[in-house]
Each structure stands twice: as C-alpha cells, then as structure tokens.
C-alpha cells in the first residue's frame, strides 16, 4: 500500500529553521489538497499550514509569517518550510494528502520536530 513519507525533521535551536518534506512511496490517487498537521504531547493534532491543487495556502495562526507550505505537482510532493522556529512548534508533523474523493486520504507516519532553547 502506497504510503506518505516525510523527511527532514530533527533537533534545532530557537530562531532555526527545517524544511520538511513529503511525498508519496509509490503510484497515488490524483490529489486534490496537501497539508501539515502536528501534535505535541498531550494535545490534540491541529492543521499547520495546508495547499490546493492551484497553490491556495491556509495557515494556523500561530505560523503564520514564520512557516510557508509549497508542493511540486509533478512529483506529488509538498514542503514545509519553516523559520523563526520556536519551542511551542515541538511536535511530530504529519504529511496529509487528499483526493477529489471523499474517500481518498492518506496520512504520513509523521516526523519529529524539537526546537530547544
């Protein structure tokens, strides 16, 4: 089964910066939207950012200005780049995909993002 793999999490200070990466393992359903959810311990997963198909962004408030999403069609793929990271955006980050389906979705196995200060 086709999964969505994310890269490039890790260990930054405060005031760094990750680029994250998402893309799919193998053939997928054509997708309509992408995005980035994350949790920290003891919350609830909420959206980051996330893009339609014609690059229309939304972004939770609390990245806004800092984070920036992007995706590259032709390759499925879909980015998060993020700035001016602060210990608040300690998290795992999950990829999301969806079709034009209602039931086409498919989550990544999520990767770990921790800003020390």
């Known amino acids: 089964q086709v999964q969505l793999v994310e890269s490039g999490g890790g260990l930054v200070q405060a005031g760094g910066s990750l680029r994250l990466s998402c893309a799919p393992s193998g053939s997928i359903f054509r997708i309509n939207t992408m995005a980035w959810y994350r949790q920290a311990p003891g919350k609830q997963r909420e959206l980051v950012a996330l893009?339609?198909?014609?690059?229309?962004?939304n972004y939770a408030d609390s990245v806004k200005g800092r984070f920036t999403i992007s995706r590259d069609n032709a390759r499925n793929t879909v980015y998060l780049q993020m700035n001016s990271l602060k210990n608040e955006d300690t998290a795992v980050y999950y990829c999301?995909?969806?079709?034009?389906?209602?039931?086409?979705?498919?989550w990544g196995q999520g990767t770990q993002v921790t800003v020390s200060s």
């Open positions: 893009i339609t198909s014609r690059g229309g962004t």
């Open positions: 999301n995909a969806n079709g034009w389906s209602p039931y086409q979705e498919q």
